[in-house]
């Protein structure tokens, strides 16, 4: 059952029309995937139509099992709600690819791995989350991802207001709210719904962009969303922003046949209108003024890195030459060459979970591949010797259970399913050693 303030509260904003939103929200989401350019054609059997709106986008007919694939794990798509996807559209306007992007409030990674492919190799994103358990998962997606041109962070709003002034061409926040546009897939939001519940994100959402600003450079773009449907959290907050913190409102691009809602400011996603879940997003350019461009500081923190096996590393990428590798401890680590002095200054202030990719591991006299090479678009996969998985065997690889493969060569092998990569296994001999990572593994099938 909606909660019953929350009906009033839309009755008062929508007017008649909320009633038609009260019955949206009592029935079945639909399912829609984004597709990554690892993938040529979709390889689904249900029927699928196109997300009008990002040109990656589809929404299936039925929901299938997204763990009994092999190319989930692989990250060749992301289960990511439609009406979110629209930030492309933001992206597609304002923010040219070679710009420094934030997103500050990331996880689980559908909005930063949307932001990652619009970059591509020209521009670099910070994808931060502050709750811990969550900013591994957002890792995890990021890496499945593939693209070398992110940094995932583990950071306080305020920390890029302090240490990254100036810094970002764009900052979107995704800001943590009552999450009235769940209401129908998520039980515990309509639990947990009142109203000064809304009041108290309203109030903190105000803050996390009071304490972000700084990080912004005159001129740049803030795109600033929601899953909520209710004004306070949506409208006032533009205009808060707009008004207290300076800023102009950027009009968004759309079809008038695709449903969208255009607020006072801003743009509304409701479900009995949009095929997708209850969305706001509005795009904002910062106060273009003089001021003193983002430098990087005397960096008494950076200590000189010689990288064992750096040549044999990089013979595994295919465009060598645009990668920096750097070696923390056993581990090794790629990240764009063009942002690496911008980059290693940053992991020196900032929480850095992961950046760029894994690339390869000490392991005894030599290096072994690290997993997260086998997911990056940047890999040239006939270094390693192939071999093609069935489904099944697909299946039992990422449940890491131990592999019965014949006629293999000895030493590291990559692992493929319908000729992408899944990851690594090693030939010892008389057993083949599954190397995918144990975090990651299928837990329940």
Known sequence: MLPLEFLDSMRQQLGPEAEALFHALEQEQPTSIRLNDKLDVLTFTCDTDE???????????ERPQFTLDPLFHAGCYYVQEASSMFVQQALDQYVPANSIVLDLCAAPGGKSTLIS?????????????VNRQR???????????????????????????LKCRNLFDCILVDAPCSGEGMFRKDEDARKEWNIKNVEMCAERQRK?????????????ILIYST??????????????????????????NYNQAWGISEGNPGYHFYPHKTKGEGFYICALRKYDEEFAPFRIKDNKKATA?????????????????EWAIRQSDRFMTAYPLKYKELIDYLSTQLICISTGFGIGEMRGKGVAPQHALSMAKAFNPDVFPNHELSLNEALSYLRTEALNINDCPMGVILLTYQHIPLGFAKNVGNRLNNLYPNEWRIRKL
């Open 135 to 161: 900013v591994f998962i957002l890792s995890e997606n990021i890496q499945k991802w593939g693209n070398g041109n992110t940094i995932v962070t583990h950071n306080q709003a305020e920390d890029f207001g």
């Open 305 to 321: 890195n010689n990288v064992e096996f750096e040549k044999e590393m990089r013979s595994w990428l295919r465009n060598p030459e």
């Open 117 to 129: 492919q619009h970059l591509g190799k020209e521009g670099l994103l910070l994808s931060n989350e």
């Open 51 to 61: 997300v009008p709106w990002h040109i990656d986008g589809y929404y299936l007919s």
């Open 227 to 252: 899953c909520t449907f209710n004004n306070e959290e949506d409208e006032e907050n533009v205009l808060w922003i707009a008004d207290c913190l300076g800023a102009d409102i950027l009009p968004l």
């Open 208 to 220: 996390i962009l009071m304490d972000v600003w700084d990080a912004l450079k005159p001129g740049g």
